[in-house]
């Protein structure tokens, strides 16, 4: 069976780092691409990265040099490194497995919030 | 501004119709296959279609998508209180190389 479980979210203060963790269970992250996605309170839901198989990874402008989007395959877990954080990154954080395909499978997300 | 743009909300009547748009650009919707998802309160989203027009296992065949040029729409028929939900549709954008989704649409059923 197929699951994923975030966790590390939390209370931040702006300008602050915060490591999530996306653990994985039922496939292997490394055989597959791996997204995050993030919905703000009362908001819409806003991509915020992706790893491919192979590694490549891309981000949305938003977070692009401050958050990085890794994964351990002997954990077979992944990881949002975020740095730098803002008022505006606040949000339940999703981890998505094969986002838009037929095998797609979201977490139950795990909130960030950043605030002083 | 959304990429991606969809009406705030949409009405109908139980047992009738609704449709959804999302309108795009060449280089996202254009180019990419379009996803559609919903969500209900306090819960994460739901995949309904992939790949355009194509249904995961599960989701009932009242729900159909569709595409034609830079726009897709959602189709639901045989409307149910239970379709009461926040409806979005997301894509790739090749010019941004990155994902991207339509601000969502909340459905009411009358």
Excluded: H
Aim: charged share 15%; net charge positive; aromatic share 10%.
């Amino acid at each position: 069976e197929v699951q994923l479980v975030e966790s590390g979210g939390g209370l931040i203060q702006p300008g602050g780092s915060l490591r999530l963790s996306c653990a994985a269970s039922g496939f292997t992250v490394s055989s597959t691409y791996m997204s995050w996605v993030r919905q703000a309170p009362g908001k819409g839901l806003d991509w915020v990265s992706v790893i491919y198989a192979g590694g490549s990874t891309y981000y949305a402008d938003s977070v692009k040099g401050r958050f990085t989007i890794s994964r351990d395959n002997s954990k077979n877990t992944l990881y949002l490194q975020m740095n730098s954080l803002r008022a505006e990154d606040t949000a339940v954080y999703y981890c998505v497995r094969d986002w838009r395909s037929s095998s797609e499978y979201w977490g139950q997300g795990t909130l960030v919030t950043v605030s002083s | 501004q959304s990429v991606l743009t969809q009406p705030p909300s949409v009405s109908a009547a139980p047992g009738q119709k609704v449709t959804i748009s999302c309108s795009g650009s060449s280089s996202n919707i254009g180019n990419n296959y379009v996803s559609w998802y919903q969500q209900l309160p306090g819960t994460a989203p739901k995949l309904l279609i992939y790949e355009n027009n194509r249904r995961p296992s599960g989701i009932p065949d009242r729900f159909s998508g569709s595409k034609s040029g830079t726009s897709a729409t959602l189709g639901i028929t045989g409307l149910q209180t239970g379709d009461e939900a926040d409806y979005y549709c997301g894509t790739w954008d090749s010019s941004l190389s990155a994902g991207v989704f339509g601000r969502g649409t909340k459905l009411t059923v009358l």
